[in-house]
Protein backbone atom coordinates (compact mmCIF):
# COMPACT_ATOMS: atom_id res chain seq x y z
CA UNK A 1 0.00 0.00 0.00
CA UNK A 2 1.39 3.42 -1.29
CA UNK A 3 1.38 6.19 1.16
CA UNK A 4 -1.88 7.99 -0.64
CA UNK A 5 -3.45 4.74 -0.11
CA UNK A 6 -2.65 4.86 3.59
CA UNK A 7 -3.57 8.31 3.94
CA UNK A 8 -7.23 7.41 2.44
CA UNK A 9 -7.62 4.46 5.14
CA UNK A 10 -6.72 6.20 7.92
CA UNK A 11 -8.94 8.80 6.94
CA UNK A 12 -11.89 6.13 6.44
CA UNK A 13 -10.57 4.98 10.01
CA UNK A 14 -11.26 8.44 11.51
CA UNK A 15 -14.50 8.70 9.57
CA UNK A 16 -15.96 5.24 11.21
CA UNK A 17 -15.37 6.76 14.44
CA UNK A 18 -16.94 9.63 13.96
CA UNK A 19 -20.14 8.29 12.34
CA UNK A 20 -20.06 5.69 15.46
CA UNK A 21 -19.90 8.67 18.24
CA UNK A 22 -22.14 10.45 16.50
CA UNK A 23 -24.83 7.91 16.96
CA UNK A 24 -24.28 7.14 20.52
CA UNK A 25 -24.13 10.52 21.41
CA UNK A 26 -27.65 11.27 19.25
CA UNK A 27 -29.44 8.35 20.60
CA UNK A 28 -31.83 8.88 23.72
CA UNK A 29 -32.55 4.92 24.44
CA UNK A 30 -36.19 5.36 23.61
CA UNK A 31 -36.13 2.75 20.73
CA UNK A 32 -33.95 -0.61 20.18
CA UNK A 33 -30.38 0.54 18.76
CA UNK A 34 -30.82 -1.77 15.90
CA UNK A 35 -34.11 0.14 15.02
CA UNK A 36 -32.60 3.31 15.53
CA UNK A 37 -29.99 1.75 13.36
CA UNK A 38 -31.59 0.71 10.19
CA UNK A 39 -33.70 4.46 10.20
CA UNK A 40 -29.74 6.33 10.02
CA UNK A 41 -28.60 3.95 7.30
CA UNK A 42 -31.96 4.16 5.34
CA UNK A 43 -31.83 7.83 5.52
CA UNK A 44 -27.88 7.70 4.63
CA UNK A 45 -27.47 5.85 1.43
CA UNK A 46 -23.92 6.76 1.01
CA UNK A 47 -22.99 3.66 3.58
CA UNK A 48 -22.39 0.62 1.68
CA UNK A 49 -22.69 -3.08 3.65
CA UNK A 50 -19.12 -3.16 4.71
CA UNK A 51 -19.53 0.45 5.91
CA UNK A 52 -22.64 -0.43 7.90
CA UNK A 53 -21.22 -4.00 9.37
CA UNK A 54 -18.45 -1.74 10.59
CA UNK A 55 -20.38 1.30 12.30
CA UNK A 56 -22.53 -1.33 13.71
CA UNK A 57 -19.94 -3.24 15.15
CA UNK A 58 -18.11 -0.04 16.79
CA UNK A 59 -21.58 0.93 18.50
CA UNK A 60 -22.50 -2.81 20.05
CA UNK A 61 -19.00 -2.91 21.06
CA UNK A 62 -18.74 0.24 22.94
CA UNK A 63 -22.25 -1.16 24.77
CA UNK A 64 -20.82 -4.22 25.69
CA UNK A 65 -18.61 -2.22 27.88
CA UNK A 66 -21.05 -1.20 30.19
CA UNK A 67 -20.21 1.39 33.45
CA UNK A 68 -16.59 -0.75 33.57
CA UNK A 69 -14.79 2.22 32.28
CA UNK A 70 -14.25 6.21 33.69
CA UNK A 71 -16.93 7.95 32.49
CA UNK A 72 -14.66 10.74 31.73
CA UNK A 73 -13.18 8.49 29.13
CA UNK A 74 -13.90 9.93 25.83
CA UNK A 75 -15.85 8.12 23.42
CA UNK A 76 -13.44 7.50 20.73
CA UNK A 77 -11.17 5.72 23.59
CA UNK A 78 -13.78 3.28 24.56
CA UNK A 79 -14.56 2.69 20.90
CA UNK A 80 -11.05 1.05 20.48
CA UNK A 81 -10.95 -0.06 23.81
CA UNK A 82 -14.06 -1.95 23.66
CA UNK A 83 -13.03 -3.00 20.13
CA UNK A 84 -9.84 -4.85 21.53
CA UNK A 85 -12.15 -6.74 23.76
CA UNK A 86 -14.94 -7.56 22.04
CA UNK A 87 -13.27 -8.63 18.63
CA UNK A 88 -11.59 -11.45 17.95
CA UNK A 89 -10.10 -10.80 14.16
CA UNK A 90 -7.81 -7.97 13.65
CA UNK A 91 -8.98 -5.00 13.12
CA UNK A 92 -8.56 -2.05 10.65
CA UNK A 93 -9.49 0.77 13.12
CA UNK A 94 -6.77 -0.72 15.66
CA UNK A 95 -4.07 -1.52 13.05
CA UNK A 96 -4.06 2.66 12.68
CA UNK A 97 -4.70 3.38 15.77
CA UNK A 98 -3.60 1.37 18.26
CA UNK A 99 -0.98 -1.09 16.33
CA UNK A 100 -0.07 -2.89 19.50
CA UNK A 101 -3.75 -3.91 20.54
CA UNK A 102 -4.27 -5.06 17.09
CA UNK A 103 -1.49 -7.48 17.66
CA UNK A 104 -2.94 -8.84 20.72
CA UNK A 105 -6.36 -9.17 19.83
CA UNK A 106 -6.47 -12.41 19.09
CA UNK A 107 -5.65 -13.29 22.63
CA UNK A 108 -7.94 -15.13 24.95
CA UNK A 109 -10.48 -12.70 26.61
CA UNK A 110 -9.17 -12.89 30.22
CA UNK A 111 -5.86 -12.13 28.93
CA UNK A 112 -7.04 -9.04 27.21
CA UNK A 113 -9.32 -8.32 30.55
CA UNK A 114 -5.76 -8.79 32.29
CA UNK A 115 -3.83 -5.96 29.85
CA UNK A 116 -6.54 -3.31 30.55
CA UNK A 117 -7.00 -3.91 34.41
CA UNK A 118 -5.86 -0.12 35.47
CA UNK A 119 -8.90 0.78 32.81
CA UNK A 120 -11.22 -1.85 32.87
CA UNK A 121 -13.28 -2.67 35.75
CA UNK A 122 -14.65 -6.65 34.57
CA UNK A 123 -17.21 -6.88 37.84
CA UNK A 124 -18.64 -3.23 36.70
CA UNK A 125 -19.67 -4.43 33.22
CA UNK A 126 -23.58 -4.74 34.71
CA UNK A 127 -24.65 -2.17 36.42
CA UNK A 128 -27.29 -3.30 38.74
CA UNK A 129 -25.29 -6.10 40.46
CA UNK A 130 -27.12 -5.57 43.82
CA UNK A 131 -30.44 -6.15 42.33
CA UNK A 132 -28.75 -9.53 40.78
CA UNK A 133 -30.23 -12.83 42.62
CA UNK A 134 -27.71 -14.73 44.56
CA UNK A 135 -28.49 -17.96 42.50
CA UNK A 136 -26.67 -16.04 39.00
CA UNK A 137 -22.79 -16.05 39.33
CA UNK A 138 -21.55 -12.15 39.02
CA UNK A 139 -18.21 -12.95 37.42
CA UNK A 140 -19.66 -15.11 34.45
CA UNK A 141 -22.69 -12.88 34.05
CA UNK A 142 -20.17 -9.76 33.77
CA UNK A 143 -17.79 -11.51 31.39
CA UNK A 144 -20.66 -12.41 28.91
CA UNK A 145 -21.74 -9.04 28.15
CA UNK A 146 -18.32 -9.06 26.19
CA UNK A 147 -19.20 -12.11 24.29
CA UNK A 148 -21.49 -12.48 21.26
CA UNK A 149 -24.63 -14.97 21.89
CA UNK A 150 -25.29 -17.79 19.58
CA UNK A 151 -28.04 -18.12 17.07
CA UNK A 152 -30.31 -20.77 18.22
CA UNK A 153 -32.92 -22.66 16.47
CA UNK A 154 -35.47 -25.95 17.74
CA UNK A 155 -36.31 -28.28 14.79
CA UNK A 156 -40.20 -28.82 14.73
CA UNK A 157 -41.55 -32.34 15.32
CA UNK A 158 -40.87 -34.64 12.43
CA UNK A 159 -39.00 -31.80 10.33
CA UNK A 160 -35.59 -32.85 11.60
CA UNK A 161 -33.94 -34.91 7.99
CA UNK A 162 -35.47 -32.00 6.02
CA UNK A 163 -33.69 -29.26 8.49
CA UNK A 164 -30.14 -31.17 8.24
CA UNK A 165 -30.51 -31.92 4.67
CA UNK A 166 -31.41 -28.31 3.64
CA UNK A 167 -28.22 -26.59 5.90
CA UNK A 168 -25.72 -29.45 4.65
CA UNK A 169 -26.65 -28.48 0.91
CA UNK A 170 -25.85 -24.83 1.86
CA UNK A 171 -22.84 -25.52 3.62
CA UNK A 172 -23.81 -23.96 7.08
CA UNK A 173 -21.74 -24.38 9.85
CA UNK A 174 -24.14 -25.50 12.96
CA UNK A 175 -24.11 -27.48 16.35
CA UNK A 176 -26.06 -29.96 17.88
CA UNK A 177 -26.78 -28.97 21.51
CA UNK A 178 -29.02 -31.66 22.15
CA UNK A 179 -31.80 -33.46 20.07
CA UNK A 180 -33.78 -30.52 18.26
CA UNK A 181 -31.22 -27.70 19.49
CA UNK A 182 -29.20 -26.28 17.01
CA UNK A 183 -26.82 -23.38 17.59
CA UNK A 184 -25.17 -21.13 14.55
CA UNK A 185 -22.93 -17.68 14.82
CA UNK A 186 -24.82 -15.09 15.20
CA UNK A 187 -24.77 -13.44 12.22
CA UNK A 188 -26.23 -16.17 10.09
CA UNK A 189 -29.10 -16.14 8.03
CA UNK A 190 -30.77 -19.01 8.21
CA UNK A 191 -34.37 -17.86 6.48
CA UNK A 192 -32.44 -18.17 2.78
CA UNK A 193 -32.65 -21.62 3.28
CA UNK A 194 -34.93 -23.28 6.12
CA UNK A 195 -38.60 -22.48 6.69
CA UNK A 196 -39.28 -20.49 9.87
CA UNK A 197 -42.43 -21.43 12.19
CA UNK A 198 -43.05 -24.61 9.91
CA UNK A 199 -39.73 -26.32 10.25
CA UNK A 200 -37.24 -24.67 12.80
CA UNK A 201 -38.22 -21.76 15.36
CA UNK A 202 -36.04 -19.46 15.76
CA UNK A 203 -35.76 -19.27 19.96
CA UNK A 204 -32.97 -19.29 22.48
CA UNK A 205 -31.21 -22.10 23.88
CA UNK A 206 -32.82 -21.53 27.44
CA UNK A 207 -36.40 -20.81 26.51
CA UNK A 208 -36.69 -23.94 24.92
CA UNK A 209 -36.17 -25.29 27.98
CA UNK A 210 -38.55 -23.53 29.91
CA UNK A 211 -41.69 -26.09 29.41
CA UNK A 212 -39.73 -28.85 30.60
CA UNK A 213 -40.85 -28.77 34.42
CA UNK A 214 -44.42 -28.43 33.16
CA UNK A 215 -44.18 -31.75 31.12
CA UNK A 216 -42.91 -33.54 34.08
CA UNK A 217 -45.88 -32.89 35.84
CA UNK A 218 -48.55 -33.20 33.05
CA UNK A 219 -48.02 -37.71 33.44
CA UNK A 220 -51.13 -38.51 31.00
CA UNK A 221 -50.02 -38.47 27.55
CA UNK A 222 -53.35 -38.66 26.61
CA UNK A 223 -55.39 -36.71 28.52
CA UNK A 224 -56.38 -33.28 26.74
CA UNK A 225 -54.68 -30.28 28.45
CA UNK A 226 -56.68 -26.71 28.42
CA UNK A 227 -53.27 -24.33 28.20
CA UNK A 228 -53.62 -20.26 28.49
CA UNK A 229 -50.37 -18.63 27.21
CA UNK A 230 -52.01 -15.57 29.12
CA UNK A 231 -48.77 -13.05 27.66
CA UNK A 232 -48.50 -14.85 24.15
CA UNK A 233 -46.58 -11.84 22.66
CA UNK A 234 -44.81 -13.61 19.30
CA UNK A 235 -45.97 -16.99 20.26
CA UNK A 236 -43.09 -19.07 21.02
CA UNK A 237 -44.22 -20.32 24.25
CA UNK A 238 -47.31 -21.05 22.49
CA UNK A 239 -46.01 -23.00 19.57
CA UNK A 240 -43.66 -24.87 21.91
CA UNK A 241 -46.54 -26.08 23.99
CA UNK A 242 -48.17 -27.43 20.77
CA UNK A 243 -45.15 -29.14 20.02
CA UNK A 244 -44.22 -30.53 23.08
CA UNK A 245 -47.72 -31.55 25.91
CA UNK A 246 -49.45 -33.33 22.62
CA UNK A 247 -53.22 -32.98 22.60
CA UNK A 248 -53.94 -29.58 24.15
CA UNK A 249 -56.50 -26.68 23.89
CA UNK A 250 -55.05 -23.52 23.50
CA UNK A 251 -55.76 -20.14 24.44
CA UNK A 252 -53.77 -16.86 23.53
CA UNK A 253 -54.33 -13.56 24.89
CA UNK A 254 -52.06 -10.12 24.69
CA UNK A 255 -52.62 -6.22 25.22
CA UNK A 256 -51.47 -5.66 21.94
CA UNK A 257 -54.13 -6.49 18.69
CA UNK A 258 -50.87 -5.77 16.17
CA UNK A 259 -48.63 -8.73 18.19
CA UNK A 260 -52.15 -11.28 18.08
CA UNK A 261 -51.80 -10.43 14.13
CA UNK A 262 -48.07 -11.35 14.15
CA UNK A 263 -48.61 -14.56 16.08
CA UNK A 264 -52.01 -15.38 13.90
CA UNK A 265 -49.47 -15.57 11.12
CA UNK A 266 -47.04 -17.54 12.77
CA UNK A 267 -49.33 -20.06 13.68
CA UNK A 268 -50.86 -20.34 10.45
CA UNK A 269 -46.92 -21.08 9.31
CA UNK A 270 -46.90 -23.43 12.15
CA UNK A 271 -50.20 -25.22 10.96
CA UNK A 272 -51.46 -24.60 14.19
CA UNK A 273 -55.24 -24.01 13.62
CA UNK A 274 -57.54 -24.87 16.18
CA UNK A 275 -56.89 -21.84 19.03
CA UNK A 276 -58.87 -19.41 20.80
CA UNK A 277 -57.27 -15.55 20.50
CA UNK A 278 -58.34 -12.87 22.71
CA UNK A 279 -56.99 -9.43 23.50
CA UNK A 280 -56.54 -8.98 27.14
CA UNK A 281 -54.92 -6.63 29.44
CA UNK A 282 -54.28 -8.51 32.91
CA UNK A 283 -52.70 -5.40 34.50
CA UNK A 284 -55.74 -4.50 35.56
CA UNK A 285 -58.61 -6.31 37.35
CA UNK A 286 -61.86 -6.99 34.16
CA UNK A 287 -65.24 -5.80 35.66
CA UNK A 288 -66.41 -8.49 32.87
CA UNK A 289 -65.57 -12.00 33.79
CA UNK A 290 -62.79 -13.41 30.69
CA UNK A 291 -64.16 -16.80 31.15
CA UNK A 292 -66.53 -19.11 31.41
CA UNK A 293 -64.91 -21.94 32.16
CA UNK A 294 -60.89 -22.74 34.16
CA UNK A 295 -57.95 -24.00 32.49
CA UNK A 296 -55.57 -26.53 33.49
CA UNK A 297 -52.77 -24.87 33.03
CA UNK A 298 -51.45 -21.17 32.85
CA UNK A 299 -48.58 -20.15 30.92
CA UNK A 300 -47.85 -16.66 31.74
CA UNK A 301 -44.33 -15.35 30.35
CA UNK A 302 -44.50 -12.07 31.90
CA UNK A 303 -42.89 -8.51 30.96
CA UNK A 304 -40.00 -8.28 32.35
CA UNK A 305 -36.77 -6.00 32.46
CA UNK A 306 -35.37 -8.11 29.84
CA UNK A 307 -31.51 -8.22 32.03
CA UNK A 308 -31.30 -12.06 31.46
CA UNK A 309 -30.78 -11.19 27.54
CA UNK A 310 -28.73 -8.08 27.67
CA UNK A 311 -25.85 -9.56 26.14
CA UNK A 312 -28.14 -9.37 22.66
CA UNK A 313 -29.22 -5.56 23.29
CA UNK A 314 -26.14 -4.33 25.34
CA UNK A 315 -27.81 -0.49 25.29
CA UNK A 316 -30.18 -1.49 27.80
CA UNK A 317 -26.78 -1.44 30.46
CA UNK A 318 -26.75 1.89 29.34
CA UNK A 319 -30.56 3.67 29.09
CA UNK A 320 -32.39 0.99 31.75
CA UNK A 321 -33.79 2.88 34.45
CA UNK A 322 -33.41 0.92 38.25
CA UNK A 323 -36.73 2.05 38.97
CA UNK A 324 -38.35 0.15 36.19
CA UNK A 325 -37.63 -2.91 37.99
CA UNK A 326 -39.98 -2.37 40.79
CA UNK A 327 -42.64 -1.80 38.24
CA UNK A 328 -42.18 -5.20 36.33
CA UNK A 329 -42.51 -6.83 39.46
CA UNK A 330 -45.75 -4.91 40.47
CA UNK A 331 -46.97 -5.58 37.14
CA UNK A 332 -45.74 -9.19 37.38
CA UNK A 333 -48.07 -9.66 40.80
CA UNK A 334 -51.31 -8.17 39.09
CA UNK A 335 -50.55 -10.24 35.51
CA UNK A 336 -50.35 -13.40 37.88
CA UNK A 337 -53.39 -12.36 40.47
CA UNK A 338 -55.77 -11.51 37.56
CA UNK A 339 -54.93 -14.62 35.58
CA UNK A 340 -55.27 -16.90 38.15
CA UNK A 341 -58.55 -16.18 38.79
CA UNK A 342 -59.67 -19.18 35.68
CA UNK A 343 -57.05 -21.86 36.84
CA UNK A 344 -58.61 -25.17 38.09
CA UNK A 345 -58.00 -26.01 41.97
CA UNK A 346 -54.72 -28.00 41.39
CA UNK A 347 -54.08 -26.41 37.96
CA UNK A 348 -50.61 -25.66 36.92
CA UNK A 349 -49.05 -22.10 36.98
CA UNK A 350 -45.61 -21.54 34.95
CA UNK A 351 -44.32 -18.50 35.73
CA UNK A 352 -41.72 -17.33 33.42
CA UNK A 353 -39.23 -14.30 33.13
CA UNK A 354 -35.92 -13.55 31.09
CA UNK A 355 -34.35 -11.42 33.99
CA UNK A 356 -31.71 -12.05 36.41
CA UNK A 357 -33.14 -9.58 39.33
CA UNK A 358 -34.62 -10.87 42.42
CA UNK A 359 -37.23 -8.63 42.67
CA UNK A 360 -39.13 -10.09 39.81
CA UNK A 361 -38.26 -13.52 40.45
CA UNK A 362 -37.47 -14.75 43.97
CA UNK A 363 -39.30 -12.30 45.38
CA UNK A 364 -42.17 -12.37 43.67
CA UNK A 365 -42.36 -15.84 44.09
CA UNK A 366 -43.02 -15.16 47.95
CA UNK A 367 -45.21 -13.44 46.99
CA UNK A 368 -47.16 -15.91 44.84
CA UNK A 369 -47.08 -18.39 47.86
CA UNK A 370 -47.73 -15.92 50.86
CA UNK A 371 -50.51 -13.95 49.41
CA UNK A 372 -52.42 -15.83 46.78
CA UNK A 373 -53.61 -19.38 46.63
CA UNK A 374 -50.40 -21.14 45.00
CA UNK A 375 -47.99 -23.73 46.40
CA UNK A 376 -44.62 -23.79 44.65
CA UNK A 377 -43.38 -26.90 42.72
CA UNK A 378 -40.24 -25.79 41.67
CA UNK A 379 -38.07 -23.03 40.71
CA UNK A 380 -34.93 -23.01 38.21
CA UNK A 381 -32.79 -20.31 36.54
CA UNK A 382 -31.66 -21.66 33.24
CA UNK A 383 -28.22 -19.67 32.86
CA UNK A 384 -27.08 -18.87 29.80
CA UNK A 385 -24.17 -16.78 30.35
CA UNK A 386 -21.51 -19.90 30.12
CA UNK A 387 -22.95 -20.83 26.58
CA UNK A 388 -23.60 -17.57 24.89
CA UNK A 389 -27.35 -17.91 25.69
CA UNK A 390 -30.10 -16.12 27.55
CA UNK A 391 -30.54 -16.46 31.24
CA UNK A 392 -34.02 -16.89 32.29
CA UNK A 393 -35.77 -17.84 35.41
CA UNK A 394 -38.88 -20.47 35.40
CA UNK A 395 -41.53 -21.30 38.65
CA UNK A 396 -43.83 -24.03 38.81
CA UNK A 397 -47.12 -23.21 40.89
CA UNK A 398 -50.23 -25.12 41.48
CA UNK A 399 -52.94 -23.92 42.48
CA UNK A 400 -54.86 -24.81 46.05
CA UNK A 401 -58.05 -24.48 47.65
CA UNK A 402 -58.33 -21.11 50.12
Not at 119 to 128: A, G, I, R
Not at 143 to 163: A, D, H, N, T, W
Not at 206 to 214: D, F, G, R, V
Not at 310 to 328: C, D, G, Q, V
Request: proline content about 3%.
Amino acid sequence: MNKSEQAVEKSYVHRYLDYAQTLLENYNGKEPFHLYLKKYFSLNKKHGSKDRRIISSLCYDYFRLGVSVNSEMPITEKLLLATFLVEHEPSKILKELNPSWNEMIKNPLPEKISFLKDVFDMQSVFPFNDELSTKIDVGLFNLSFLIQPRLFLRVRPGKKEIVLQKLNKANISFEFLYPGCLSFANSENINRVLRLDDEVIVQDYNSQQTLAILKKEITDKFQTVSVWDCCAASGGKSILAFDLLNNIMLTVSDTRKNILENLRKRFTNAGITNYTSLLIDLSVSSKEKLFNHCFDTIIADVPCSGSGTWSRTPEALAWFEKKAITNYALLQQKIVTHSIEYLKVGGLLLYITCSVFRKENEDNVDFFTQDLSLELISTKYLSGYEMQADTLFVALFRKKKR
